[in-house]
């Protein structure tokens, strides 16, 4: 048991890896966020197995999933909405405004999806953990001044989010897990966050 929880924790200190710049840009309590989820180029995978293809992730809804590419708008607008109420329940950190502010911000956190792997409903329903059958992303997540500089990158590797909540025994279909994968993935890089501090 505990071989095992040292794998674990060498596993989860590999999902997030600092690329440039310093994560005290995250610690502005005081500061103002736009935020972008970039889904645009993201690539379809199966990371679990570390799989890769060039199919991307839009291409692959409309041949597969056509109700949920017609709907993709929503499940975007839920993504962004559970990141930002997550991230701004944090304390000491710069506070998400909604698209439509008139709020000047100081930053854009840009979340960049390069692979993407959609999870599993059965797995999220019959697993053991609460992340579970989750949403799998390989991609980036970035902080940019207002000029639009970057002045921080993170990399995200593999991070697994979560698919399911006890508490509302929700169905984990796919726009639920999406919505989670990003609650969680707010939780998760603020803590990375606080422990380059």
């Given at each position: 048991?505990?071989?095992?929880?040292?794998?674990?924790?060498?596993?989860?200190a590999?999902?997030?890896?600092?690329?440039?710049?310093?994560?005290?840009?995250?610690?502005?309590k005081?500061?103002?966020a736009?935020?972008?989820?970039?889904?645009s180029?993201?690539?379809?995978?199966?990371?679990?197995k570390?799989?890769?293809?060039?199919?991307?992730?839009?291409d692959?809804?409309?041949?597969?999933?056509?109700?949920?590419?017609?709907h993709?708008?929503?499940?975007a607008?839920?993504c962004?909405?559970?990141?930002s109420?997550?991230?701004?329940?944090?304390?000491?950190?710069p506070?998400?405004?909604?698209?439509?502010?008139?709020?000047?911000?100081?930053?854009?956190?840009?979340?960049?999806?390069?692979?993407?792997?959609?999870?599993?409903?059965?797995?999220?329903?019959?697993?053991?953990?609460?992340?579970?059958?989750?949403?799998?992303?390989?991609g980036?997540?970035?902080?940019?001044?207002a000029?639009g500089?970057?002045?921080?990158?993170v990399?995200?590797?593999?991070?697994?989010?979560?698919?399911n909540?006890?508490?509302?025994?929700?169905?984990?279909?796919?726009?639920r897990r999406?919505?989670?994968?990003?609650?969680?993935?707010?939780?998760?890089?603020?803590?990375?966050?606080?422990?380059?501090k």
């Amino acid at each position: 048991m505990a071989l095992l929880a040292l794998m674990t924790v060498g596993v989860a200190a590999q999902e997030f890896e600092l690329k440039s710049g310093s994560l005290q840009t995250v610690l502005q309590k005081d500061k103002k966020a736009a935020l972008t989820i970039d889904f645009s180029k993201a690539k379809m995978a199966d990371l679990s197995k570390k799989e890769l293809t060039e199919t991307l992730m839009m291409d692959h809804l409309k041949a597969n999933d056509s109700y949920t590419f017609e709907h993709w708008k929503e499940h975007a607008d839920e993504c962004h909405e559970f990141f930002s109420e997550r991230w701004n329940d944090e304390k000491g950190a710069p506070k998400i405004v909604d698209e439509d502010s008139d709020d000047a911000t100081d930053m854009t956190i840009t979340i960049k999806f390069d692979y993407i792997d959609f999870g599993s409903t059965a797995a999220s329903l019959w697993g053991w953990s609460k992340k579970a059958g989750g949403v799998i992303m390989r991609g980036t997540v970035t902080f940019a001044d207002a000029s639009g500089q970057s002045v921080c990158e993170v990399s995200v590797n593999d991070y697994r989010g979560q698919s399911n909540r006890g508490i509302d025994m929700k169905m984990p279909t796919f726009g639920r897990r999406m919505a989670l994968f990003h609650k969680s993935l707010a939780k998760d890089i603020f803590n990375f966050a606080k422990k380059q501090k």
